[in-house]
């Protein structure tokens, strides 16, 4: 920190002042614990990702878009990802879809999700 003084000309001056040893402090590091687990889990691209192969129909809305402003895709996950779905439908066509224009997504079987 530096504190300024007068002195006779008007003009502030820094005042030297002691420099005092840092000691370096490790990180507060907290094991990851079964609750962290599990909120990070609830990540929409990982309830996707536990339940890849399965059959799901998705709903995406596309804002501003008056020619495809909506799409159905009833498809099998492949992958997932941070920001996009990897889906094939019955007939073999794959979708990579922006996970930003994903509403929700409904399944006809019973999901994997961990709590």
């Known amino acids: 920190m530096v504190q300024y003084y007068w002195y006779p000309g008007g003009y502030p001056q820094p005042q ?4 005092q040893q840092q000691q370096m402090t490790p990180p507060n590091i907290q094991p990851t614990t079964p609750a ?9 691209e990982n309830i996707l990702r536990m339940n890849k192969g399965k059959l799901g129909t998705f709903y995406f809305t596309f804002e501003n878009n008056k020619e495809w402003n909506a799409k159905v ?9 941070r920001d996009h779905v990897i889906l094939s439908d019955p007939s073999g066509k794959r979708y990579l879809m922006l996970m ?3 509403d929700y997504v409904t399944f006809d079987e019973e999901i994997n999700y961990n709590l």
């Open 100 to 102: 930003i224009y994903l």
């Open 16 to 19: 030297p002042q002691p420099q």
């Open 36 to 44: 962290a687990a599990r909120q990070e889990e609830s990540y929409i």
């Open 73 to 81: 895709i009833k498809g099998y996950i492949e992958a997932a990802g």
